[in-house]
């Protein structure tokens, strides 16, 4: 028998502890980023101490409805999403063929490394977009 939203405290506990971590991370960054220097270091720590706040927020949300305190992707803003995914979609496609095509190209060790990085967040937004246009045409 499915579980409803809500009943899983086990998956609830997880979740807090996992949002623990997530603070943990963005309190770490942030102690060391102010002594850091060197432009592709602050860039990095930032970008890590970025994503752990946004990994953070979307925990939180999961929380949320876990607990039936929220509901969310209920459509209430269907249209402006619609229009951001058919938008944003071909944008991201753009940049995963630019990001590949220049890694392909460059042979500095460190800006192929920053340059995989970007494809790597590149892609995962064009899976993200898919996702969400798969998710509005079932709806």
Not at 40 to 69: F, P, T, V
Not at 97 to 107: C, L, N, P, R, W
Request: hydrophobic share 40%.
């Amino acid at each position: 028998m499915e579980k409803k939203t809500g009943d899983n405290q086990e998956l609830i506990a997880l979740l807090e502890i996992w949002i623990n971590i997530e603070k943990s991370t963005i309190d770490s960054t942030s102690s060391v980023f102010p002594e850091v220097n060197d432009k592709l270091l602050r860039s990095l720590i930032g970008d890590i101490r970025g994503d752990s706040q946004k990994h953070k927020e979307l925990l939180e949300m999961i929380l949320a409805m876990e607990k039936n305190e929220t509901t969310l992707m209920q459509g209430q803003e269907e249209t402006i999403i619609k229009s951001f995914i058919k938008t944003h979609a071909v944008l991201e496609e753009n940049a995963v063929e630019m990001a590949e095509d220049i890694f392909k190209k460059v042979t500095n060790p460190v800006s192929k490394l920053v340059i995989g990085y970007i494809l790597q967040d590149e892609k995962k937004h064009n899976f993200l977009m898919d996702a969400l246009e798969n998710h509005y045409q079932e709806t």
